[in-house]
């Protein structure tokens, strides 16, 4: 099993301080990634499935980050929490939501067109509002507003249509709406609920209701856990499956009980991860719809997100937010497309995979298949010559997957050099098949990283670096507006001189180079003396001040560049970093950027 060097202590950060002070949530527990190790026997489908929608839809939508006049940003499903609105308020807006332009083949449509092969949609989320129609409450679409159709029947059909698996997201714990739900503290008292009577009372009955009346679901996504222990949530989950043995229940479900991983919002991890897991992201700063929110993902940031998850071994989810009126904005709508038309061409490479065999290297990143290597080029070398280093298996045949066109390639020692034909460099993802025989290694996060004067930049992440003393490596999360997590791999904790980072490089081409550090500096940290060695050199530097490490916040990085140097021959290269004196932390090192000087 890949490990993957993540400090916990990250996930011991309290989340959401600022909108639920009487009930605090890790990380850890708000985005349990754990699950029960057991493999669920229906769960092929969704490791081949690789892409899938997400939909965020619900009253929210019909406010679109705005309230009494004022403009909210971040995650638009948490209005009601962000502008403390009281229930009876809130209440008010299902008697203006219509969804009149909803139609479920056009939704299920857009998903087949992307090339998504599922769909979770949220049938409740924190709000507490039921996008369906339930017998539990009268809080739901069909008996509050002037909608009075359940819109769910309607998709789940459109998406057996078509088979795509489909799924309802289910906020277990947190409802706002319910005086025993979980963290609304503005109207009701959090010391005074009855946890247990709300997932008798709603919770679980609505549950059953998702799990009988719209067909074989794929998934129950589960979301924020809480309220619950151990026991209880095994109780809950027994009660459920039962139900529908088949239905794949998400981590967040709580205490390891899930059938797959669920990374945090936004993440993708930075190596390869065994088993069945989903990286969550949505297409534009907010889940549910903002009409101010205009920060989509360009077709090239998704495509290469979705092979970059796939690469890891994982599955994306993308999210859309359909408005009030049941429109998925214009940009979803069009990006997803030329998303499903590159898939089109490409699918082999990203469906049924698992993740790459060669690590990330300058030009890209591999899936695998067996016998193949998909080998995914962000970056076109110079030279159109693409370098597979430390490749063991026989190689019989490599071509462009795209049109087939056998191409050109020798091996050196082990290294696998491919003759680039001439392409169109503006695409966002060329993929090239590496077909082979006879076993090759599993992914090593110890083999040297590739640095080639054939691209403008190489990068060396933080991930890569061997640690000593107090250095650790630590996935930071922050966010730009609210709730719009974002994550940062980073080299921490470096506060002795004793202490060092060490990291291996492959330079492939002799010659002239600059290497600049990535990191972020807290202002006390700034103004301190560290050294960077490589190649026989001591560069020395002084740490530059960017800013205060902030959850609610961004984390910049400054890119300095620390050396200038001249590689007299190819070869194997260790690059050490370490403060000069004792006392506080050197920076937050994300990655070190080595450019050849032209
Ligand atoms: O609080 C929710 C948030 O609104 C959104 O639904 C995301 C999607 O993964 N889940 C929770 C936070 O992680």
Same mark, same amino acid.
């Given at each position: ?17 600022s909108?639920a ?6 990380m850890? =527990? ?9 493999e ?5 489908w969704f ?9 965020h839809?619900?009253?929210? #939508? ?15 499903? /948490? ?20 969804p ?6 056009? /939704? ?14 949220t ?17 739901d ?11 769910m ?22 409802? /706002? ?23 008798? =009372? ?7 209701e998702?799990? !009988? ?8 996504w ?10 209880? !949530? ?5 009660e459920?499956?039962?139900?529908q ?5 998400s981590s ?19 190596v ?5 897991? =989903? ?31 796939? #690469? ?29 038309? /590159? ?10 995979? !698992? ?6 290297q300058?030009?890209?990143? #591999? ?9 995914h ?34 091996k ?25 025989s006879?076993k ?49 791999t ?22 002239d ?6 990191? #972020?500096?807290?202002? +006390? ?8 060695? $490589?190649n026989? =050199? ?7 001040r ?13 890119r300095h ?11 194997n290269?260790?690059? +050490?970093?370490k ?12 990655? $070190? ?6």
């Amino acid at each position: 099993m890949i490990f993957i060097k993540r400090s916990l202590t990250l996930f011991t950060i309290l989340v959401l301080a600022s909108t639920a002070s009487a009930y605090s949530q890790t990380m850890d =527990e708000m985005w349990d990634s754990s699950t029960t190790g057991k493999e669920h026997p229906d769960l092929q489908w969704f490791k081949d499935a690789k892409f899938g929608m997400f939909i965020h839809w619900g009253l929210y #939508s019909k406010l679109s980050g705005e309230w009494k006049g004022k403009n909210y940003y971040g995650s638009g499903e /948490w209005i009601m929490n962000q502008a403390k609105i009281p229930v009876a308020e809130y209440n008010k807006v299902a008697s203006t939501f219509n969804p009149v332009n909803f139609n479920a083949d056009q /939704w299920a449509q857009l998903a087949e067109d992307a090339g998504m092969k599922y769909m979770v949609i949220t049938a409740k989320h924190h709000e507490g509002f039921s996008m369906f129609g339930s017998k539990v409450t009268d809080f739901d679409i069909v008996d509050a507003t002037p909608y009075k159709k359940d819109p769910m029947k309607a998709l789940a059909a459109a998406n057996a249509k078509r088979g795509i698996h489909f799924g309802f997201y289910y906020s277990q714990f947190q409802d /706002w709406h319910e005086p025993n739900g979980g963290r609304n503290t503005w109207d009701f008292d959090e010391s005074k609920k009855d946890y247990q009577k709300y997932y008798r =009372e709603k919770a679980i009955p609505q549950l059953k209701e998702l799990l !009988t009346n719209y067909g074989p679901l794929g998934i129950v996504w589960f979301d924020t856990p809480g309220g619950m222990t151990k026991e209880q !949530t095994q109780a809950f989950v027994n009660e459920l499956r039962g139900l529908q043995p088949k239905s794949l229940f998400s981590s967040r479900i709580g205490h390891g009980l899930g059938d797959y991983k669920d990374f945090g919002d936004s993440e993708v991890p930075p190596v390869p991860i065994k088993g069945a897991w =989903e990286s969550i992201y949505t297409h534009n700063d907010s889940w549910g719809y903002i009409k101010h929110d205009m920060n989509f993902k360009t077709p090239e940031t998704i495509i290469q997100l979705l092979a970059n998850v796939a #690469s890891k071994g994982g599955n994306l989810m993308l999210n859309v937010g359909p408005d009030g009126l049941g429109n998925i904005p214009e940009y979803s709508v069009k990006f997803l497309k030329q998303t499903g038309k /590159w898939l089109q061409k490409n699918g082999e490479s990203i469906y049924g995979t !698992t993740y790459g065999l060669i690590p990330e290297q300058p030009w890209g990143v #591999s899936t695998s298949k067996p016998g193949k290597q998909f080998l995914h080029v962000f970056c076109r070398p110079h030279n159109g010559k693409l370098l597979v280093p430390d490749f063991l298996g026989k190689v019989s045949k490599v071509y462009s997957l795209s049109d087939k066109q056998n191409l050109k390639w020798e091996k050196s020692r082990n290294d696998v050099v491919i003759d680039l034909p001439p392409y169109d460099e503006t695409i966002a993802d060329k993929v090239f098949v590496m077909e082979y025989s006879g076993k090759i290694a599993d992914y090593n996060l110890d083999v040297p990283i590739t640095v080639s004067d054939e691209f403008n930049e190489n990068r060396v992440e933080a991930i890569y670096a061997k640690t000593r003393g107090n250095a650790e490596i630590k996935s930071l999360t922050y966010s730009h507006y609210y709730g719009d997590w974002k994550h940062a791999t980073c080299l921490t904790n470096m506060t002795d001189s004793t202490d060092k980072i060490l990291f291996n490089i492959r330079l492939m081409e002799a010659g002239d180079y600059q290497l600049a550090l990535e990191y #972020s500096c807290s202002p +006390e940290s700034a103004g301190q003396e560290g050294s960077m060695k $490589i190649n026989g =050199e001591v560069f020395l530097f002084r740490t530059l001040r960017t800013s205060y490490y902030d959850k609610k916040a961004p984390l910049p990085f400054i890119r300095h560049t620390i050396a200038t140097t001249t590689f007299s021959k190819p070869g194997n290269y260790t690059i +050490e970093i370490k403060p000069l004196q004792n006392g506080k932390e050197l920076f937050k090192l994300k990655s $070190i950027i080595v450019s050849p000087v032209e």
